[in-house]
């Protein structure tokens, strides 16, 4: 499923996004939510662990609440950090890829 819009960015997208780019669960998630809370706590869950586990930056400015509310700079800010992360990690595994060949004894 292709999203065209910002407010189609809800709780499920960020914990898939966290859980591929990261390929880990997200901690304390709830797996089955039943609320716009239960979301809002799933979405906190993904920006409390970006930044703590991982930037090590607050990022306080964006809330889980927010993100369910739909709220379009909470939304274009936390898809910004995951462009980012990623492409921080996709130009680290270069560099790994890059010195491992550079080590390869045929």
């Known amino acids: ?8 960015c809800g709780a499920d997208v960020f914990v898939r996004l966290y859980e591929s780019v990261l390929g880990e669960k997200v ?5 089955t939510p039943r609320t716009q809370e239960d979301d809002a706590h ?4 993904v920006i409390d662990s970006l930044a703590l586990d991982y ?10 609440e927010n993100i369910v509310k739909g709220e379009r700079e909470s939304i274009k800010n936390l898809l910004e950090i995951f462009d980012g992360l ?13 010195s491992c060949s550079d080590n390869t004894v045929l």
């Open 86 to 98: 990623l492409e921080y990690l996709t130009e680290e595994m270069s560099k790994f890829r890059v």
């Open 55 to 64: 930037l090590q930056v607050s990022l306080s400015h964006i809330t889980g």
């Open 1 to 8: 499923d292709n999203i065209k819009h910002l407010s189609e």
């Open 27 to 31: 901690p304390d998630f709830i797996a």
């Open 42 to 45: 799933n979405v906190q869950a």
